[in-house]
Nanobody, 125 residues
Framework: VQLQASGGGLVQAGGSTRLSCAAS????????MGWFRQAPGKEREFVAA????????YLTDSVRSRFTISRDNAKNTVYLQMNSLKPEDTAVYYC???????????????????WGQGTLVTVSS
């Protein structure tokens, strides 16, 4: 079972990028998916989550007006569209899977069962 995150890189402040997380070895279409990030010297924090159907999403306050989470179950892939990026968004971004078909989304790291390897997003000022 593997979650492969991609789409990171160097972006200028105010710019946009889209992260993708492709799953293999297992179908995640019935699971919740989330994005977390970890900045240097800080703990990993919740960013966004989406339930199995895509009907329910939740984003942390600091990104809610700028980021969008979505999924394509046919492709076993979840996305994080990041707009109006700020230097404080610089971090390694991880995707994760919360096994279980729920109408809600969950925000705690311990509630997620599978993790990707992370992709670095660096926002220059």
């Amino acid at each position: 079972v593997q979650l492969q995150a991609s789409g990171g890189g160097l972006v200028q402040a105010g710019g946009s990028t889209r992260l993708s997380c492709a799953a293999s070895g297992r179908t995640f279409s019935s699971d919740g998916m989330g994005w977390f990030r970890q900045a240097p010297g800080k703990e990993r924090e919740f960013v966004a989550a989406i339930n199995w159907s895509g009907y329910t999403t939740y984003l942390t306050d600091s990104v809610r007006s700028r980021f969008t989470i979505s999924r394509d179950n046919a492709k076993n892939t979840v996305y994080l569209q990041m707009n109006s990026l700020k230097p404080e968004d610089t971090a390694v971004y991880y995707c994760a899977a919360d096994v279980g078909r729920r109408s809600i989304v969950r925000t705690r790291r311990t509630e997620y069962d599978y993790w990707g390897q992370g992709t670095l997003v660096t926002v220059s000022s």
